[in-house]
Each structure stands twice: as structure tokens, then as C-alpha cells.
């Protein structure tokens, strides 16, 4: 009885460039930025309270710089 051996193959693998991957911390930043204007123009607008607005952003913004500054940087290849 005859056996059939495998031919070898007739393309080669081609090389795909990898998918575009999204910050999610850069989107999580800008996202707590606008809840962070949202909330200190409600402290301002409904009580005039200027101390409370600023520590609502100055807060939010010494949240987004800690995390932004100790994260990886993503990778690029």
C-alpha cells in the first residue's frame, strides 16, 4: 500500500503588524478631569464656594499627575 507523504508548504507565514491598543489610563485621566470640572462648577455656581471648587480641581489634578507619573509608560514596538 502506498503512503503520502506531506508536501511542504507552498506560502509562508506573513508577519501582521500588531493592533493599535488604547490608553485606558489616559482616558481614565480625562474622564476624572471632567468629573472634576463638573463638580467643583456645582461647588461654585450653587454656594459660591471658591475654596471648595479649587480643592475639587487641585485635588483631581494631584490624583491624575500621581498615577500618570508612576505608571509604565506604554509600549511601543
Excluded: N, Y
Excluded at 490608553?23 to 481614565?28: E, F, H, K, V, Y
Excluded at 485621566?29 to 462648577?41: G, Q, T, V
Amino acid at each position: 500500500m502506498r503512503t503520502f507523504t506531506p508536501q511542504a508548504p507552498k506560502s509562508r507565514a506573513k508577519a501582521v503588524e500588531p493592533a493599535e491598543t488604547i490608553d485606558w489610563l489616559a482616558i481614565w485621566a480625562l474622564s476624572l478631569a471632567l468629573c472634576a470640572i463638573a463638580l467643583a462648577a456645582i461647588a461654585f455656581f450653587s454656594i459660591g464656594d471658591k475654596m471648595g471648587a479649587s480643592f475639587i480641581l487641585a485635588a483631581a489634578a494631584g490624583i491624575i499627575g500621581a498615577l500618570l507619573h508612576w505608571s509604565a509608560p506604554p509600549a511601543h514596538e
